[in-house]
């Protein structure tokens, strides 16, 4: 199955700031997701994202498949953003549409 | 996404015990998925199904059974529950209509302790 790294491990932030967070893969994909996931284990979907650009308020999220990679923006960061946020992809190659998770970036942002 | 309920949301048990966790979700999907996660990792597939009458193990389905009751209806089961089975369980449908998106959807979790 494809290999999903993400980068960095853990960010600490004061509000305010802006983040990036990285997402590699291993191989060609036909779904990528981005996650949040809150302290109370919810994973809510912040972005289908399988290639090209997208943004949602404060959030946006580029994928560039063919260099497999994608990016999550954060912009003027909040308490309420902290958390796991977690990068998912499924392979082209395969009709099962099971999804492969990285080990996720633990953000952590001060008031 | 409230169109994917899972219950219970919490769970205590003992070892050896059989428990049954149960995922149902109003969104028509036929695609259906278990997950577990463990402790500082992401989530890992263990088992899923395209229909009723299709179930497909994953890469963890030792000790676990599922079941598609229906198209809106897919149950896990741990026969008999040990403690490293411990973790937060997740529930997700998808639809991945052909050119179109393949967003899943999660479910809550279910928050799972074997003592």
């Known amino acids: 199955g494809i290999q999903v790294e993400q980068s960095p491990p853990d960010l600490i932030l004061q509000e305010g700031a802006n983040s990036t967070l990285r997402c590699n893969f291993s191989?060609?994909?036909?779904?990528l997701q981005w996650f949040h996931q809150n302290p109370w284990g919810q994973l809510i979907n912040l972005f289908y994202?399988?290639?090209g650009t997208k943004q949602n308020g404060r959030l946006s999220a580029t994928t560039v498949a063919t260099e497999r990679y994608s990016l999550l923006y954060i912009s003027s960061s909040q308490t309420t953003d902290s958390g796991v946020y977690f990068c998912a992809a499924a392979d082209r190659g395969s009709t099962l549409g099971r999804l492969y998770f990285g080990r996720g970036t633990q953000l952590t942002v001060w008031p | 996404d409230a169109d994917v309920t899972q219950t219970p949301r919490n769970r205590i048990t003992k070892t050896g015990k059989r428990i049954m966790l149960e995922c149902s979700q109003t969104k028509g999907h036929d695609r259906m998925y278990w997950y577990r996660q463990d402790p500082g990792l992401g989530l890992r597939l263990i088992y899923y199904?395209?229909?009723?009458?299709?179930?497909n193990k994953g890469e963890i389905s030792d000790g676990y059974s599922v079941s598609r009751q229906a198209q809106a209806k897919f149950s896990l089961s741990l026969e008999s529950a040990i403690p490293n089975q411990t973790a937060l369980y997740f529930c997700?449908?998808?639809?991945?209509?052909?050119?179109?998106?393949?967003?899943?959807?999660f479910g809550p979790g279910t928050r799972l302790l074997v003592l």
């Open positions: 199904s395209f229909d009723v009458k299709d179930i």
């Open positions: 191989d060609s994909v036909n779904n």
């Open positions: 994202i399988p290639s």
């Open positions: 997700a449908t998808s639809d991945p209509i052909a050119g179109g998106p393949k967003t899943q959807y």
